[in-house]
């Protein structure tokens, strides 16, 4: 996830790499500069103006910043700049797409950010599924594929045959202690109106992992909070589809741009809200400070019936800034 692997000194480079990839003539939009000042700002203590900062070239980069992991970061935050756009502009993309060469990074974000500049929207769904951190979880059921052949695209996120079994498991949790993490999750579904996993039409488990993390790290289910939680998520994990997750996300829920199993069209520009860049920079914060990787390491149901409030005190949960919310 953005800027994790960085430090304060290599800041004035990276934010230098992002200006000579990205902002060209101009920046595309307001919202590119105020957000990569905000992410700055917040992660790194480096205080910069986009608008007016030299721009370095690729080679100059690649030359001083050897790690890869600083590198991937680095085109993945190029990658939502492109996000960040009604329409992914030619140039951009080409200028990303010399960058990642030079730099040796090829990234599943690549992929989805070329599906959208080619107007390719089927094929965006289908690689953003497939590679985020939904696909990562749902290749560990042993049914998925025969429901990916029997159903398509719709397996990935949806429960699309009915399954009573899974649907008991996530509707027992109604049985957990009060201000346990899993009555905190039953409730969150009733309030909600949500169907459990199981059921047909409602989220499948891999996709309602999430959900835990929406509960764990106290995120709502509005376009802003879908944001803050696959930020949150993705700083809190190495799995590789964790930060294609929120890249997503940015653009299901600002631009429009990427379509969704779950999500109705019609949302956009939903990052613009009062503090909203602030809230992303919050939620990386505290994703990183989180001592559990939430998508490799935690069972859920194993600890269903634990206090909600001790939890996060255990995995170093931190409140959330107080900053506007949507």
């Not at 029997?150 to 899974?166: C, K, M, N, W």
């Not at 996993?197 to 309602?208: D, F, I, K, Q, V």
């Not at 997750?245 to 600002?254: C, L, M, P, Y």
Request: with cysteine; aromatic share 8%; hydrophobic share 45%.
């Amino acid at each position: 996830m953005f800027l994790i692997h960085s430090t304060v000194d290599q800041a004035p480079l990276q934010a230098a790499a992002l200006v000579g990839a990205c902002r060209g003539d101009g920046w595309q939009t307001p919202l590119q500069p105020r957000f990569l000042g905000v992410l700055f700002h917040q992660l790194l203590g480096y205080e910069a103006d986009f608008d007016e900062l030299a721009g370095l070239s690729p080679e100059a980069v690649a030359e001083a910043l050897p790690t890869p992991e600083q590198r991937l970061e680095l085109v993945e935050l190029m990658v939502t700049l492109e996000m960040l756009c009604d329409s992914i502009p030619a140039a951009l993309e080409a200028s990303i797409e010399h960058w990642a060469r030079v730099l040796g990074v090829e990234d599943r974000s690549l992929r989805l950010a070329r599906d959208l500049a080619a107007h390719a929207s089927s094929q965006a769904l289908h690689d953003f599924y497939r590679y985020d951190w939904v696909g990562e979880q749902d290749i560990l059921s042993p049914a998925f594929e025969g429901l990916l052949a029997r159903h398509g695209d719709q397996a990935y996120a949806l429960t699309v045959e009915p399954d009573p079994i899974e649907a008991a498991r996530w509707r027992a949790l109604e049985q957990c202690p009060a201000g346990s993490i899993g009555r905190s999750l039953w409730d969150f579904y009733q309030e909600r109106g949500f169907g459990f996993p199981g059921e047909p039409g409602a989220a499948n488990a891999a996709l309602a992992h999430h959900d835990w993390i929406h509960v764990l790290a106290d995120f709502d289910t509005t376009p802003m909070g879908e944001m803050e939680v696959t930020a949150f998520q993705a700083a809190a994990s190495t799995l590789p589809g964790a930060t294609l997750g929120f890249i997503g996300a940015v653009s299901i829920f600002q631009t429009g741009l990427l379509p969704s199993l779950v999500v109705p069209p019609g949302y956009s520009h939903a990052l613009e809200v009062p503090g909203g860049p602030e809230r992303i920079a919050d939620a990386i914060q505290r994703g990183r400070a989180c001592q559990r990787d939430v998508f490799r390491e935690i069972d859920f149901f194993t600890v269903a019936d634990q206090a909600l409030p001790a939890l996060r005190d255990c995995w170093s949960i931190l409140g959330k800034a107080n900053l506007p919310s949507s």
